[in-house]
């Protein structure tokens, strides 16, 4: 396409790219979008490619031209990315006056590119690595952790009041503005207070009533809830309070250890569980050792944020701050307070993100990492031994094309602080 245009710098990661497409061009596009339409729409009396030109302008005349003008951007943009050896961070951003046929088509273009990194330094950190050890504490909480999975249930008296820890079973009839709606209702619900299934508002509820008792209540969700149907509505449940469970945990002792766990004596079962322990605490370690060398990485190298990698960090920090509330109990008003209470603390943390991003994509180019299958098998079978599922399960999970790429940008990250942590300089 025959243009004209220049390409300014707004910045280390932006370019606007100021274009013109001559008369004829214009022209020429135009005609190949309208002998589109012609060949291809069907209007009732005439033939497929037989419509005048009058009646295919006069139904399709504006759709003709707002399709040619994103064309025009579309292939313009392509053209001088391509000539210029410009590659897009992002997909390139326009907002381009109406055509005007038999004129000159003017338009800017803004693109986010990738910021140039020279040499950086990435070998060499220093980093403090500990010998993984359990504590007492950590023993004690492992065999309580232990012992309470081997609870058993008991029914408690007509006028015991829930408690946290217990087991509830209730039915629940969930109805907006009358009508019950989806996953708004169930019978013989089964959970435990205190576990974060019932929103906290809604426990309140429960743990006031007797059981056999009926209740009704009404509770508003959040405007940002993830359940859209219901966000920022009120709702009216009744619900039916049937059984209230006690939890009867077994003592931990030898007989707890030959009864559960096939060993003949408590401290035969310590040693049993010390080895996981251990193998738990060196993965902490590890974890920890790849953070501190983040720090080091950003700390050690400047590097220009793009704006929408800004701004995708960001989001990301605040949403997972707004969600843990949310879930805590807390209004979208509380929320909102306390978002702009951590502002300056947020948006710091989503630029040292978006830096570190940078710079490990950086490392993993210059190393020429790579992942492979057998990287994302290995994952497949840790995540199958851990949560004792089929791996044919969780190969499915993953087969989303979303947890796809996720999952693929993470193992990415983990082989290439792997590569930086095997350069680093340990200190006990």
């Known amino acids: 396409m025959n243009l004209q245009y220049t390409v300014e710098e707004k910045g280390p990661a932006e370019r606007t790219l100021r274009v013109q497409v001559p008369p004829e061009e214009v022209e020429r596009t135009l005609r190949e979008h309208f002998e589109k339409y012609r060949s291809t729409v069907k209007i009732p009396g005439f033939r497929p490619g037989k419509v005048p030109s009058d009646i295919i302008e006069r139904d399709f005349g504006e759709a003709i031209r707002e399709e040619t003008r994103w064309a025009l951007v579309t292939e313009s943009s392509r053209q001088i990315l391509t000539e210029r050896g410009i590659t897009p961070f992002t997909s390139p951003r326009s907002d381009p006056p109406t055509l005007k046929p038999g004129e000159a088509f003017s338009f800017d273009v803004s693109v986010e590119v990738r910021p140039e990194i020279g040499e950086i330094q990435y070998k060499g950190f220093k980093v403090r690595k500990e010998e993984p050890t359990v504590s007492e504490f950590e023993m004690s909480e492992e065999l309580d952790r232990l012992r309470k ?89 009744a619900i039916h309070l049937k059984e209230i469970k006690e939890k009867l945990v077994p003592e931990m002792d030898d007989e707890f250890a030959q009864t559960y766990c096939n060993e003949k004596s408590l401290e035969g079962l310590k040693g049993k569980l010390r080895g996981p322990l251990i193998e738990r605490a060196a993965q902490r370690i590890r974890q920890k050792m790849k953070t501190d060398l983040v720090k080091e990485l950003v700390d050690s190298n400047k590097v220009d944020v793009p704006p929408s990698l800004l701004e995708h960090h960001r989001r990301r920090l605040i949403q997972g701050v707004a969600r843990d509330l949310i879930l805590s109990g807390q209004s979208k008003e509380q929320v909102d307070h306390h978002v702009r209470e951590r502002w300056e603390e947020l948006e710091a943390a989503a630029r040292r993100e978006a830096a570190a991003s940078l710079l490990i994509e950086h490392v993993g180019r210059k190393e020429n990492i790579r992942l492979e299958r057998a990287d994302v098998e290995a994952h497949f079978g840790k995540v199958a031994a851990l949560s004792k599922s089929d791996i044919q399960m969780v190969r499915r999970y993953y087969s989303d094309e979303g947890r796809a790429r996720e999952l693929a940008a993470a193992l990415m990250e983990e082989k290439i602080l792997d590569l930086i942590l095997a350069h680093a300089i340990l200190e006990t």
């Open 149 to 237: 999975a081997h609870h058993t249930l008991r029914q408690v008296g007509d006028e015991r009041l829930p408690r946290p820890g217990d087991v509830v079973v209730i039915d629940l009839e969930g109805t907006l503005q009358g009508k019950t709606f989806k996953g708004g209702s169930g019978k013989d619900v089964q959970a435990e207070i205190g576990s974060g299934f019932f929103a906290p508002r809604f426990e309140e509820v429960i743990l006031a009533m007797k059981r056999g008792e009926r209740r009704e209540t009404e509770f508003t969700f959040p405007t940002d809830h993830w359940d859209t149907p219901v966000a920022g509505k009120t709702v009216h449940f």
